[in-house]
Nanobody
Framework: QVQLVESGGRLVQAGDSLRLSCAASGRTFSDYVMGWFRQAPGKEREFVAAISRSGGTTRYLDSMKGRFTISRDNVKNTVYLQMNSLKPEDTAVYYC?????????????????WGQGTQVTVSS
């Protein structure tokens, strides 16, 4: 199995940028499709982005395209989420997740391992 630890979340202002990191340990990092999800208070956990094992393919929720970028470093065993032009509605706990599949799933049910989350708060 793999252990995931997110970091980088904090309070920012609307329009700011922020980069989240998720460090993995345990099994070989490149064996996993990696994803980012987020959960706002009172809402379901929603898909944000996913990246293939090699990093060559990415997938985003449509509303994130152009503002968020997922990337990974298989040497550092870390996946990143670069978030630009942040909006108050981006406020949520952001989670990274690992999937043993090869498809870039958008449903949380297909992800086997989860981090504890990191809080991102965007003030207006």
């Amino acid at each position: 199995q793999v252990q995931l630890v997110e970091s980088g979340g904090r309070l920012v202002q609307a329009g700011d940028s922020l980069r989240l990191s998720c460090a993995a340990s345990g099994r070989t990092f490149s064996d996993y499709v990696m994803g980012w999800f987020r959960q706002a208070p009172g809402k379901e956990r929603e898909f944000v982005a996913a990246i293939s094992r090699s990093g060559g393919t990415t997938r985003y929720l449509d509303s994130m395209k152009g503002r968020f970028t997922i990337s990974r470093d298989n040497v550092k065993n870390t996946v990143y989420l670069q978030m630009n032009s942040l909006k108050p509605e981006d406020t949520a706990v952001y989670y990274c997740a690992a999937s043993t599949g090869i498809v870039l799933f958008t449903t949380k049910l297909k992800y086997n391992y989860w981090g504890q989350g990191t809080q991102v708060t965007v003030s207006s």
